[in-house]
Structures are given as structure tokens and as C-alpha cells.
């Protein structure tokens, strides 16, 4: 009887009513607060998540998904030899191989008037995967017009609003290189014609830009070689695994692998990092709760000392007075985490048709496509977010019992019967 009995009088408490009004309304607000933390932090989350997986797709859209470069260069035969051996590893199918396309990239500076911006030249094949990949993020022109021998460009829509250029304007192109004259040394540079203009969503917005491949050799002055080859893979987001099971395909340490993770690594740190402060402001709601719990479990400990005193004298033992109070503040904390989790999963789920609705309601867009690149609220829930914060609420009500079922455990029967009215 008594392996049940700590757990009989604790939920006893928890329904109790009579004489403890105030009690109880403690105990339903300590309840309110905990279901809406939990609710806020899964919804945010799980928005965060969404907008994290937006903003990764769109990278993949336009970033290759692996790099692989040699300081020799590689040659158009080596370039299909190489692309013959990748394709034959691919026999376990897990990720399978879509495209391998020639790569060359140079830094530079673009400049028109008095403004210049520092970005990113890729060469591609209008023809080939990039340019497929491209055009489906053109905002004006077509990649079809990067022409071989036109020294066209195609940039970014973040990179076109700071030199204050358009589809048809000339910009300067100052290349990393020096041409050496009779009279002195002079930087490389070049004039090409903005044919496009491209947005992702995403810093390659500003940061990026492209050329004819043709048009990238003679610039960087690579005859028919190319500095490495861009692969693109079914799922990029197992790019990690690909990559370390074809390391070895090459025992030539002049051969670098860079996947796509590791070229936005400075982007996705910055994501974790706000994902993590914002989880950590968040929790303070459900601290709030735990400080009810606690203020709850003190009063109820202080009007049922009576009680208390006659558990012990039939024999209940300190630390059993100890577990009711500890299941009495546990089943406060435990429903307002189930009801927040369930609250917080079905608003998670459906946050994107709430956010519509309301929009539609209002006439007032909460997030103006044209600023967050999204029409509808992204969502994602992940299991692992929501065994975070339930591990981590739960564990914080179990600490806010504690002190007050301690209290209880210390309360003497004779002076509790003693002083009693």
C-alpha cells in the first residue's frame, strides 16, 4: 500500500479544492504558463527550422553541391575520365550522381561610377546543369544570353541594387592579375554588359556572378583548362557522406573536396547560434512556471501541515512525504507540458494556413514576399526540438519540487499538531 501511496495523496492534492482556493489558482496558472512555453518554444522552433531549410534549398538551387580543384587545373578529357569514375562508385545508389560540370571561379571587383562591389565569377555553360539550375531563378533577362565571345554577365539581385545597374548597363571588371606594359604595371580589366539578373533568397544574392565559360577562360587567362569540376548530387544534404566515401578515389594530395556546407559554414553557424539564443530567451517562460510551482507546492505544504503530521504518525517516513509533494508539483508540471506539446505541434503544423488566414482577414501581409522571399510561412518539426524542450521542461519542474517537498519532509509532527488550529 505504501509503494502507492505517495502517489495517491499527491494527485489527491492536485484535484483538491477545498480550503485552498488561491492554491489552486496557482497551481491552474503555474499549469497555463508551462503549456505556453512549451507552445511557444515548438512553434518557434519549428518556424526557425523552416525558414532554415528554405534558405538551404535555395542555396542548392544555385551553389554546386561538391568542389573538387587540383592546383594543375584539369583538362576536358580528365574532367570526362573523372566524371567515368564517379559514376561508377555510385553502384550502392544511396546518393545518386545528377550532373559533373567543368569550374572556374575567380574573385573580383565590379564596378560602375563610383560604386564597386566585390564578388564571385563563375564560368558555365548556359546549356549545361548550372545553366538549367540558373534560369530558374532568373528575376530579369535569360541565362540563354551569356553568348560565347559576348562578355555578358548575369549578377545577383543584391550586388545590382548597390552599383545601381539593369539589365543592358556595362560594368568595369577588375581581375586578380596585372598586365605588364612598356608603361608600368596595370590591373586587368575588362568591360561586360549585365544581360540578367538572378535571386535566391540567400547571400549568393550579393555575392555572386556569372559568365560564359568561354568568356571565364579567356579572362583568367586559362587556355582550354579548367581550375576543378562542380558536382551536383540527388539529395545535397547528404553531401558530407558522398564525399568521405570518394576521398580516395585520388591519391594525389593537391586535390581538394569542398561541399556546399562548407562554403556557407560562416551562414549556417549564424543560423544555429540565433536558433539557440532565441530557445534560451524563450525558456524563461517556462522558468516563470517553475517559480509558480514552486510558490504553490510552498503554500500547500503550509496548509497541510496537519495532514503532513498525520501521515507521519502512522508511519510514513520523511522521504515519503517528500515524493507526494514532488508528484504533486510533477503532474502540474506534466500537463502543461502535454498540452503544450500538443498545442504546439498542431499550431507548428498549420502555422502557414494560420498566417494566411489572418493575412487574408487583416488585408495587412505579415511577410511581404518581396522581403522574405517566402509566400507562404515556413515550417519544419523536428522530433529532436521537441524531446529538447520536453527533457528540458520536464527537468525543470522536477528541480522546482525539490525545495518544497524538502520543506515537507522536515515538518515535525508533534509541533505541526501542536500549533494547529
Known amino acids: 500500500m505504501l509503494t502507492h501511496l505517495p502517489l495517491f495523496i499527491g494527485l489527491r492534492y492536485t484535484r483538491s479544492k477545498r480550503r485552498e482556493g488561491f492554491v489552486s489558482f496557482i497551481s491552474l496558472f503555474s499549469l ?35 568542389v573538387i580543384t587540383r592546383t594543375a587545373g584539369f583538362s576536358a578529357d580528365e574532367i570526362a575520365a573523372l566524371e567515368t569514375q564517379l559514376r561508377a562508385s555510385d553502384s550502392d545508389q544511396t546518393n545518386r550522381l ?30 549545361g546543369e548550372a545553366g538549367k539550375k540558373l534560369a530558374d531563378n ?30 543592358g548597363d556595362r560594368v568595369q571588371l577588375t581581375l586578380p592579375k596585372v598586365s605588364v606594359t612598356p608603361a608600368g604595371v596595370f ?3 575588362k568591360w561586360v554588359t549585365v544581360v540578367g539578373l538572378f535571386q535566391v533568397g540567400a547571400q549568393v544574392d550579393g555575392s555572386v556572378g556569372f559568365v560564359h565559360y568561354r568568356d571565364g577562360q579567356k579572362l583568367l587567362q586559362l587556355g582550354d583548362h579548367f581550375q576543378g569540376v562542380e558536382v551536383d548530387l540527388a539529395d545535397g544534404f547528404l553531401v558530407d557522406q558522398w564525399v568521405a566515401n570518394r576521398r580516395a578515389l585520388s591519391a594525389d594530395r593537391s ?3 569542398r561541399t556546399w556546407t562548407d562554403d556557407m559554414g560562416t551562414l549556417f553557424q549564424a543560423m544555429r547560434m540565433e536558433k539557440t539564443v532565441v530557445s534560451l530567451l524563450l525558456s524563461v517562460i517556462i522558468a516563470v512556471a517553475a517559480f509558480n510551482i514552486v510558490a ?75 522581403v522574405y522571399m517566402v509566400s507562404a510561412l515556413p515550417s519544419r518539426i523536428l522530433f529532436s526540438d521537441i524531446l529538447m524542450v520536453v527533457g528540458g521542461a520536464f527537468c525543470i519542474s522536477f528541480l522546482a519540487t525539490l525545495y518544497p517537498a524538502w520543506r515537507a519532509g522536515k515538518v515535525l509532527p508533534a509541533e505541526a499538531l501542536r500549533y494547529d488550529q
Not at 107 to 112: A, L
Not at 337 to 343: D, N, S, W, Y
Request: proline share 3%.
Open 296 to 370: 504553490s507546492l510552498v503554500l500547500m505544504v503550509s496548509d497541510k501541515r496537519r495532514d503532513i503530521a498525520v501521515v507521519r504518525t502512522l508511519g510514513a517516513t520523511s522521504a515519503l512525504v517528500m515524493q507526494i509533494f514532488i508528484i504533486q508539483g510533477l503532474a502540474v508540471g506534466l500537463m502543461g507540458i502535454f498540452a503544450g506539446t500538443v498545442l504546439g505541434c498542431f499550431l507548428a503544423y498549420f502555422v502557414g494556413d494560420i498566417v494566411a488566414v489572418i493575412e487574408a482577414v487583416s488585408g495587412v501581409y505579415l511577410f511581404d514576399p518581396s
Open 138 to 167: 532568373m528575376l530579369s533577362g535569360y541565362a540563354g544570353q551569356l553568348a560565347e565571345g559576348e562578355f555578358g554577365i548575369i549578377l545577383g539581385s543584391q550586388t545590382a541594387r548597390k552599383l545601381d545597374v539593369f539589365v
Open 98 to 127: 545528377l550532373a559533373v560540370t567543368p569550374m572556374l571561379q575567380s574573385f573580383v571587383m565590379v564596378s560602375r561610377a563610383n560604386k564597386q562591389s566585390g564578388i564571385l565569377i563563375k564560368g558555365i555553360n548556359p546549356e
Open 187 to 189: 590591373p586587368r580589366t
Open 255 to 257: 586535390w581538394q573536396w
Open 32 to 66: 497555463c504558463a508551462m503549456a505556453l512555453g512549451v507552445t511557444a518554444l515548438i512553434v518557434v522552433l519549428s518556424v526557425m527550422n523552416g525558414f532554415d531549410r528554405e534558405i538551404k534549398n535555395r542555396l542548392l538551387k544555385i551553389v554546386p553541391h561538391v
